[in-house]
């Protein structure tokens, strides 16, 4: 079956930009998850969905990002005035139940803010 | 506090042996430990996880251990083939009625022919 999908792959903007990342989770997944991935590290968690509601927003590194999931399917993660240090591949998961480990994982966005 | 690390970032491994991928944590309270790989251009996949209360908790062709005297997590891959190259990344998830996972920085594995 389809998997979770990311878009757009990639994402070249310039600082002070505002972008949007969308997210499809698995059909029938109630949770949904926002990582951020830099070079060599390993996903940092930003926020969770279970349903529609933000269950956990504590990783957003600031007012900046802001993430939402209004029908409980689809999410779109939004940064605003973007800096170079947002640069990253923003990975994108869900799994069928909140406290699930196995949690399924889109093939990410790179984002590069120039 | 939550931390999770691993002893060696790169793992070279000959075809067909086993490979055994280490991985130390700090925080005591967690609920489950938890391994992933990640293929290059790809998401992390979910590979095998172990409740806190347990010792060890085998899959297919994967072991994954968990020494809780020295904090001590590892990922056993019998008869490794050139499919297992991967970055594997321990992961911790502190709260298993939530759903934050911590994820550490991972190792490399590299199969030799």
Redesign the interface.
């Known amino acids: 079956g389809a998997g ?1 999908s990311q878009t757009p792959s990639n994402k070249v903007t310039e600082k002070g930009k505002y972008v949007e990342l969308r997210c499809d989770p698995i059909s029938g997944h109630t ?1 949904l ?1 926002w ?1 951020r991935q830099s070079l ?6 930003l926020i ?1 969905f ?1 349903g529609t509601g933000a ?2 927003d ?2 957003l590194p600031n007012d900046r990002f802001f993430a939402v999931r209004p029908e409980g399917s689809v999410s779109t993660l939004k940064i605003q005035r973007t800096e170079r240090g947002d640069s990253a591949v923003y ?1 994108c ?1 869900s ?1 069928l139940y ?11 966005t790179r984002l590069t803010v120039l | 506090g939550e931390s999770v690390g691993l002893h060696l970032p790169t793992l070279s491994v000959q075809e067909g042996d086993n490979s055994i991928i280490n991985c130390a944590y700090s925080n005591s309270a967690s609920d489950y430990f938890i391994w992933y790989k990640q293929e290059s251009g790809k998401g992390p996949q979910f590979i095998i996880d172990i409740r806190s209360n347990m010792d060890k908790r085998q899959g297919q062709r994967v072991t994954v251990l968990l020494n809780k005297t020295v904090k001590h997590l590892s990922l056993q891959i019998a008869a490794t083939q050139p499919g297992d190259s991967a970055v594997y990344f321990c992961a911790e998830n502190i709260d298993s009625s939530a759903s934050k996972i911590i994820f550490g920085s991972g190792t490399r594995l590299s199969i030799r022919p």
Do not use: H, I, K, R
């Open positions: 979770v949770a998850y990582y060599g590290q390993g996903p940092e968690f969770y279970q269950a956990d504590s990783g990975l998961a799994s909140e406290g699930s480990n196995e949690q399924f994982f889109g093939p990410g």
